[in-house]
């Protein structure tokens, strides 16, 4: 998310005060915009792809963060948020404490409801996201908020098992993919095991459902595979049946690498 320059209405209404000293993280020639006076920035910014010009800081004058240009704090979020990566892996988070703890640890997270809202909306627009399971998924989506949500542009999901989820938390997991307007790229890859059995109708009715949700995201492109390394050979018949079963519902034409059977069993070898 590009914030933009703050108009003078916006600058007027930001209250808030953050605890964290953001300037840790940025170049030496960037620490001093921290405490330069609004008054230089209320008629005029620069471009929104300039680079913003160096003052020295005036003495008895300082700013809060929301009082920075958006410009420039787009900036920080981009030295501070994984800078040095751009696709990332979630997997084994199954409570908000876990991924807070972990994922999403860093202290910008928890300075206001504001800059929470920035740092997600940036976090999920500008990285790509390998998910491991729905309880991870749900739980990432969850935290990230509206904001993150609406921002997100690419999602990897993977599904190694299926695990019995609450009602209520399948029903947000599918409702939180929906919210995600934004989203230009699902590639789903199944490796958990699935067959005719009774006992996995609810799994093959939760990957309906997930057909269904992402149908809804117009700009979305939808991509699946079949991974499945590690089945003895004699189960390849079940293989065979399961990729047949998933091909008829998300469609040949989305298959995208991973394994592949024909009617008769036979693996077609890439």
């Not at 471009?47 to 963060?65: C, D, R, V, W, Y």
């Not at 969850?142 to 019995?164: E, H």
């Not at 059995?197 to 609810?202: F, G």
């Amino acid at each position: 998310m590009d914030i933009g320059p703050l108009s003078t209405q916006e600058r007027g209404q930001v209250q808030c005060r953050c605890e964290y000293d953001f300037s840790l993280h940025l170049p030496d020639n960037l620490r001093p915009l921290l405490t330069i006076s609004m008054q230089d920035h209320t008629h005029t910014h620069p471009a929104k792809h300039e680079p913003l010009p160096l003052q020295e800081a005036s003495p008895g004058h300082k700013t809060n963060f929301l009082g920075l240009p958006g410009e420039l704090r787009n900036r920080i979020y981009e030295l501070v948020i994984y800078p040095n990566h751009k696709n990332l892996f979630i997997a084994f988070q199954t409570s908000p404490h876990d991924i807070f703890r972990t994922f999403l640890k860093s202290h910008l997270y928890r300075t206001s409801r504001q800059v929470r809202a920035e740092t997600f909306s940036y976090l999920c627009s500008k990285k790509s996201f390998r998910i491991i399971n729905a309880v991870s998924a749900e739980t990432f989506l969850r935290c990230v908020g509206p904001s993150g949500r609406q921002s997100l542009t690419s999602i990897t999901f993977v599904l190694t098992q299926f695990v019995d989820m609450p009602a209520r938390q399948e029903d947000s997991f599918f409702r939180f993919i929906e919210e995600a307007k934004n989203l230009r790229h699902f590639c789903l890859e199944v490796d958990a095991q699935l067959t005719d059995k009774a006992a996995d109708k609810p799994n093959w009715l939760f990957l309906a459902r997930m057909k269904k949700a992402i149908s809804i995201l117009d700009e979305c492109t939808f991509t699946w595979c079949m991974i499945m390394r590690f089945v003895p050979d004699d189960n390849e018949w079940r293989l065979s049946e399961m990729f047949q079963r998933l091909e008829e519902l998300f469609g040949a034409e989305h298959r995208v690498g991973g394994r592949a059977f024909t009617a008769d069993g036979t693996e077609i070898k890439n």
